[in-house]
Every structure is written in C-alpha cells, then in structure tokens.
C-alpha cells in the first residue's frame, strides 16, 4: 500500500508497506524497523529494549506498530520507556507509519518503531 504522498522537511518518510516490508525514504527495508532523527536504526523488534530506551532525551514521541494489530509490548517495556520521559504510543503498523509522517511533517521530535504486516 501506498501512503499518501506529503512534504517532510527532515527525516526519512514511511513511503509505504507490504507484507514484511516497509518503503522508508523510497528505500525498501525488509522486517522490523526503528526509524529516528533522520535514521534507520539498528533493532531487532519488541524484546529488544535498548535501542528503544536509547532514544531517551532524543525524542519526545515513540510511536510503536505492533504489526497488523495492536499487540501488547513484552515485559512492561512501556512503562519503562514513559519512565524514560518518552511519550509512547502503541498501535497498528499501518497507523503508526501514517502518524509518525504527520509528525514528522509538524517538525516533531518523533520516532517509530514498526513490526511488519504479514
């Protein structure tokens, strides 16, 4: 599917996805995906938690796309990043490439980290 095309002053857009992808920035990336200050970061998907706490004081928005619904994260991990002063929120892969755009469009400090749809 193709997301809706919009101006994004810096960062790397989500341009679409598919079934264990997502198109970053015009780039196809296949799996998990952890996209902040500009970057596609390295992670390996919901139980890996560092690289998720690292954006601590780097980003004031975690979006997370737990696949095609939303799914709980594992082992409390939430309310261990809002303690970390993120401002998470949990929802389907779709809606979360879709609003971290907006986001990104406002100039927001965002991140998001995605599971794939199947």
């Not at 809706?4 to 799996?31: S, V």
């Not at 998990?32 to 938690?49: N, S, T």
């Not at 309310?79 to 002063?85: F, K, V």
């Amino acid at each position: 599917m193709k997301l809706t095309d919009m101006t994004i002053p810096d960062g790397l857009p989500i341009d679409g996805y598919g079934p264990g992808f997502f198109r970053i920035a015009g780039e196809i990336h296949e799996g998990v995906a952890l996209v902040a200050e500009g970057k596609l970061l390295p992670w390996q998907g919901p139980g890996d938690e560092a690289p998720l706490m690292a954006l601590e004081s780097r980003v004031d928005i975690l979006l997370i796309g737990t696949g095609e619904s939303l799914t709980p994260l594992p082992n409390r991990l939430q309310s261990r990043l809002e303690a970390a002063g993120l401002g998470v929120e949990l929802m389907s892969s779709p809606s979360a490439a879709r609003s971290y755009n907006v986001l990104l469009a406002e100039g927001r400090r965002v991140a998001v980290a995605l599971v794939p749809v199947p």
